[in-house]
């Protein structure tokens, strides 16, 4: 789907139409709030400092050891929290927001927790971040942001940390790039790699053999699979890519720890559909009884650490928003909604994420600047909102990911 259409700065008669299918807030705000914030994406700082955030000033404490990273779409930069992990509430860390390219949408973070990387679809291109392991501040890196192709909406880093790929939404392609030492991005021989129409999701398995691309496709969608090369990165499609869609408009991909399933949000269809992964070729196979319902408009999708519960964000357009939490069937990698499913959020529920120790989530409210935090029933995968949530993040959040 092209979502800015002839000219980025106005709505197309595509973009109408994936309005009425869902996510219509996201695509309207894009030409909204353009004129607001200004030609040179600067953040109106009064905008972020006078409102009243439930998030405490961060201060030195031995139980806070990892942190949250949410890409704010309306005011053009990132917020970093910290996590207490005792209770898993959010306090910001200093210097937080931190400036992004225009529109962040999408946030991803290396294996070893040192660089963040975001994807920025108004300026066709990625930040590149140094992590302050102590503090959680971000620092951009020499030469960021890095030129993508034309709109970049999804972003993953393989488990090696040695490429990462981003999903050109506007271009139909995928861009991939080699990481310095340093942080920096170059691209690989070969980049951009062809895509289907309209990719918006990516995702490496854990193996880092393969990638998978949700390509919207102005109707039922596809998922582009390839196989990547381990010295170069670069990307060929598997036999059979790409594999049709099992519901409509697919958004999002996540995949098993295992690698043997991958799950796609469908914001058009309401639902969630499984694929079982064939380990030697990459190919995806539908799993029986899949799509599964989820709530209206589902965009984000996360994977619990132990494989054990499936997470996603139901944006709910223009309304409430939850998060439907499911049992996974190791064996089947069926879904099975947990008891107490979907669970309450703020407004316009967009993306979602497991902290490491798979004690709590995380959910960005787009359409009320916040964040909701849970912490996860270890047995049921339930969940239950931990002190203090939601936590402001102003300037619309979507994109989220965890250090």
Known sequence: MKSFGISRYV??????????????????????????????????????????????????SSSIVHFVYVANYAYDNVSAFAINATSGTLTQVPGSPFEAGRFPIAVAIDPTGTFAYVANP????????????????LTQVQGSPFAAGTDPFGVAIDPSGKFAYVA????????????????ALTRVKGSPFAAGGGPTGVAVDPSGKFAYVTNEDLGSGSISAYAINAKSG??????????????NYPWDVAI????????VTNEGSSDVAAYAINAKSGALTQ??????????????????PSGKFAYVANEGYASSGNVSAYAINARSGALTQVKGSPFAAGIETYGVAIDPTGKFAYATNYGSDSVSAYAINAKSGALT???????AAPGAPTGVAIR
């Open 287 to 304: 799993v029986r009884r899949s799509p599964f319902a989820a709530g209206t408009t589902p965009i984000g999708v996360a994977i619990d």
């Open 385 to 391: 909102q931990v002190p203090g949530s939601p936590f």
């Open 11 to 60: 709505l197309s008669s595509s973009v109408v139409v994936a309005l009425l299918a869902g996510c219509g807030a996201l695509r309207q705000a894009q030409d909204d709030m353009q004129p607001s914030i200004g030609a040179s994406g600067a953040t109106p700082q009064n905008a972020v400092y006078t409102q009243t955030s439930r998030a405490q000033s961060a201060t030195a």
């Open 122 to 137: 108004y300026s066709d291109n990625v930040s590149a971040y140094a992590i302050n392991a102590s503090s959680g501040a």
């Open 256 to 263: 098993y720890p295992s690698g043997k399933f991958a799950y």
């Open 168 to 183: 050109d939404e506007g271009s139909d392609n995928v861009s991939v790039f080699a990481i310095k030492r340093n942080g």
């Open 234 to 247: 670069a990307l060929t499609q598997v036999p059979g890519s790409p594999f049709p869609g099992a519901g």
